[in-house]
């Protein structure tokens, strides 16, 4: 058994490195090895004191020493010190939970998920164990395998720690238990199961996860239960727009700005929706609404771009391209349409360095294949 305060030390770091894999989860992005930022490593690297093996002393080997290698990013290190522990009989407990972490945050999915299964195997009451032993086989494409392993852990965790409902809401939409994930999703939120803004929620995750015919059936459900709740006809409209259907989603955009008129993304898709209509001076004022209300937003100055061009202005096109270009250079759609209106106003050596810069990041946001046996 771990002192009381190392066990305090060891538990805060278990739940600091749990919800660091839950958030990269969150932001549905790939994850990649080395979890710590370099600000974080510097700051730990200042702040605690030297290791042993910094000393030039090598004690004997601990799980508060491997726990601080990973904390310093030392990942191979760590995985050579849990090894030696893991020769001791009895294994020591944390050493497979801490070997899971580190597997994880080198992408190794099945080791980490053993791993975790073993940590489990050892002491079932490990629920932090649990949950990342759910993430994981998520993570691996078995929403069906994860869900009564998240279930599991669910029910026994303390619900502050909210971030593991919404990892067991997404593998339920995965294998269409929707209203499994809608309840998932209002326990996450504080909503009522049945509520207006749980079936919101789960429409605007679903319309997320490109279930388009579920998420439309959860927002129209909303408006059932709530006629007047905001940004229910703002998703209906998304989803008509990204059908195709622009009649339906400009109805749908404009019954929301009935409701909720200072939204400015709101009047980015109205805008959107009038440009592709060809209703041009609708859409011109639309995102003249929405750059008053979004200023820092470029979605709306690209979108002015274009109505500004589609009018043969482009002077005015290249006074709003220009903003938009300097609010985020490393977009090639503003180059290319600032090289259009360039090009359009006769500024032939400004359209060619335009053009010549969208290329360029264009090519370097293409993925390369990989061309390695």
């Known amino acids: 058994m771990l002192p009381s305060s190392s066990l305090r ?3 805060s770091f278990n739940r600091t490195m749990l919800r660091v894999s839950l958030l990269c989860i969150f932001a549905l992005t790939g994850l990649h090895a080395g979890w710590q930022t370099r600000a974080e490593a510097q700051s730990t690297t200042a702040t ?3 290791s042993a093996a910094a000393e030039g002393v090598q004690s004997a080997p601990s799980l508060a020493h491997a726990r601080d290698m990973v904390t310093r990013g030392r990942l191979e290190d760590a995985e050579r010190e849990l090894d030696a522990l893991a020769l001791q009989q009895p294994e020591p407990d944390g050493v497979e939970r801490l070997r899971g972490f580190v597997a994880y945050q080198q992408n190794r999915l099945s080791e980490a998920e053993a791993a975790f299964a073993k940590t489990i195997q050892q002491n079932p009451a490990d629920m932090e164990s649990t949950e990342m032993r759910g993430v994981v086989l998520f993570r691996m494409g078995k929403p069906a395998d994860a869900i009564p392993v998240l279930e599991r852990a669910h029910a026994a965790v ?16 995965t294998v269409g238990r929707y209203d499994d994930a809608r309840h998932a999703f209002a326990m996450q939120y504080g909503f009522q199961p049945d509520s207006a803004p749980a079936y919101l929620i789960t429409g605007r995750q679903l319309f997320r996860h490109e279930l388009v ?6 927002a129209h459900k ?3 239960i709530d006629p007047k709740l905001p940004l229910a006809h703002r998703l209906l409209g998304e989803i008509a727009l990204a059908k195709g259907e622009l009649p339906e989603a ?8 009935d409701l909720n008129p200072l939204d400015g993304e709101l009047y980015n898709r109205l805008g959107d929706a009038y440009i592709r209509s060809g209703q041009y001076h609708e859409a ?11 200023p820092n937003s470029t979605g709306p100055y690209i979108l002015l771009g274009k109505v500004l061009l589609q009018q043969q202005d482009p002077v005015m096109a290249i006074m709003y391209l220009e903003r938009a270009e300097h609010m985020d250079p490393a977009n090639y759609m503003i180059h290319t349409l600032l090289a259009q209106a360039y090009r359009t106003a006769d500024r032939k050596d400004d359209a060619a360095r335009e053009f010549q810069t969208a290329a360029k990041l264009q090519s370097a946001t293409t993925p390369k294949p990989d061309t390695q046996q």
């Open 250 to 257: 400009i109805t749908e955009l404009q019954k929301e700005r």
């Open 222 to 224: 909303a408006l059932e």
């Open 48 to 50: 605690s004191p030297p």
């Open 284 to 294: 011109q004022q639309a995102l003249d609404r929405a750059v008053l209300l979004e």
């Open 9 to 11: 030390e060891y538990t």
């Open 158 to 173: 303390s619900s502050v720690n909210v971030d593991p409902n919404y990892v067991l809401a997404a593998c339920y939409m």
């Open 213 to 218: 015919q579920p998420a439309s059936d959860a």
